[in-house]
């Protein structure tokens, strides 16, 4: 893996869920279980209907919530308390991937579709919470989710971040569309590889992709 092409990058941001832990760690099936059951009630609909509804508005909208906002006009805040309200004991702290994070020359963030509150408990349990500069979560973007350009240009622009010199690593390939169009190094973090024009690099071990970068 060609380390000459991050070595102009000097800011670093990382997705959160299936990308700072493993998706064997099974986090985010918790969190699945109380979107629909979240659905069930808001909507007063059946369970069978929730979780369609669910796996429906993230493939139309980029998240759950973005569809019960746009046709419900549902309030985002309490929806995300609610639906990260979970049992962290399932992740465990990893020291090399601290180390690995910790070493990258310039700044380190971490850009989710879920709440800040909840991406400072995850990376706290993770053992990560020395190693970033800062946190987004959703709210940062006005409630707009990745994947819309719109999203990470409002986050992209609070942070300050020169996008030619930026890399993103996301589990999610839709993600990486609108940073790789803006000038970001892109990498699909996940089990499988899922080629595509705006995915310039694949791992499935970002600790020892990482490691490589630092060589």
Same mark, same amino acid.
């Given at each position: 893996?060609?380390? %000459?092409?991050?070595?102009?990058? #000097? ?12 998706? =064997?760690?099974?986090?985010? /099936?918790?969190? %699945? ?14 369970? !069978? ?25 549902? #309030? ?11 049992? $962290?004991?399932? &992740? ?5 991937? *601290?180390?690995?994070?910790?070493? &990258?020359?310039?700044? @380190? ?22 190693? $970033? /500069? =800062? ?13 819309? !350009?719109?999203?990470?240009? %409002?986050?992209?622009?609070? /942070?300050?971040? %020169?996008?030619? @010199? ?26 499988? !590889? ?9 791992? #499935?071990?970002? *600790? ?8």
């Amino acid at each position: 893996m060609p380390a %000459e092409h991050f070595a102009h990058i #000097d800011t670093w941001v990382f997705d959160l869920d299936n990308t700072l832990y493993p998706p =064997q760690m099974r986090l985010f /099936d918790q969190i %699945e279980v109380r979107m629909t059951a979240y659905v069930m009630q808001a909507l007063g609909v059946t369970e !069978p209907e929730a979780n369609r509804l669910r796996k429906l508005y993230w493939a139309e909208y980029g998240t759950t919530l973005a569809g019960l906002m746009r046709l419900h006009d549902l #309030d985002p805040l309490p929806y995300l308390e609610a639906v990260h309200d979970i049992d $962290f004991s399932v &992740l465990s702290a990893d020291a090399e991937l *601290s180390a690995r994070i910790a070493a &990258l020359p310039g700044r @380190r963030i971490v850009y989710t579709n879920g709440s800040e509150p909840y991406a400072r408990r995850v990376i706290a349990a993770r053992g990560l919470e020395r190693v $970033f /500069d =800062q946190v987004y979560g959703v709210e940062h973007a006005g409630f707009r989710p990745k994947p819309e !350009p719109a999203a990470f240009a %409002e986050v992209f622009e609070r /942070d300050g971040l %020169e996008a030619r @010199r930026a890399a993103m690593f996301e589990d999610d390939p839709r993600n990486l569309a609108a940073p790789h169009a803006m000038g970001l190094r892109t990498v699909h973090v996940a089990p499988t !590889p899922q080629p595509a024009p705006h995915i310039h690099h694949h791992t #499935d071990d970002l *600790s020892g992709f990482l490691r490589q970068l630092l060589r």
